[in-house]
């Protein structure tokens, strides 16, 4: 009985909780309207973050994703930074390898306007060079890109639920 009481002491202040539980957005917000702003010189980047990201978030059922009229609360999302660098290079000098960099400020608000939460989210992905092949290296950027809005969608998911 002793050992029981021990263990559930211990588990009730370690934070631990049952998964798909536990969220730190304010009761109040479960209708979530998603809007992305591209303040980079990438075009289109910000339509396909807003499909990713709206992907992302229609599968946690602990909110809904819903038109502007009808939220409780707004996603603002702002591409503010992409790039690319290479970073590795051959014996000849030529690069071999390129780092994608994606930045956003992204921001909970309620529907007056209210900032809940506010964070800048960095997202990276390195990929492979073909110094020959130019239509080769596009296709491999425009890859990495999809997985850079992939990964800053998942930050963005935790930004929201676990508040990190």
Known sequence: MWRFLIILFFLSGCGYHFAGTYGSLPQN???????VQNQTTEPGIDTEMKRVL???LDLDKRIK??????????LSVSLTE????????????TATRFRSLL????????????VL???????????????????EN???????????????????????????
Do not use: H, M, P, W
Not at 29 to 35: G, L
Not at 65 to 74: D, H, P, R, S
Not at 138 to 163: D, H, V
């Open 103 to 114: 930045c956003a400020q992204v921001k909970l608000s309620d529907t007056e306007g209210k």
């Open 65 to 74: 994703l819903v038109g502007e009229n009808k939220a409780e609360g707004i």
């Open 54 to 56: 709206s992907r992302e």
């Open 138 to 164: 596009e296709r491999k950027r425009k890859e990495a890109l999809s997985r850079l809005t992939q990964n800053l969608s998942r930050e963005i998911r935790e930004f929201l639920f676990i508040g990190f």
């Open 29 to 35: 917000i479960k209708y979530i309207y998603i809007e």
């Open 82 to 93: 992409y790039k690319t660098n290479a970073i590795a290079f051959n014996e000849k000098g």
């Open 117 to 135: 939460r506010k964070r800048k989210l960095t997202a990276f992905e390195d990929y492979e060079a073909n110094s020959s092949n130019i239509e």
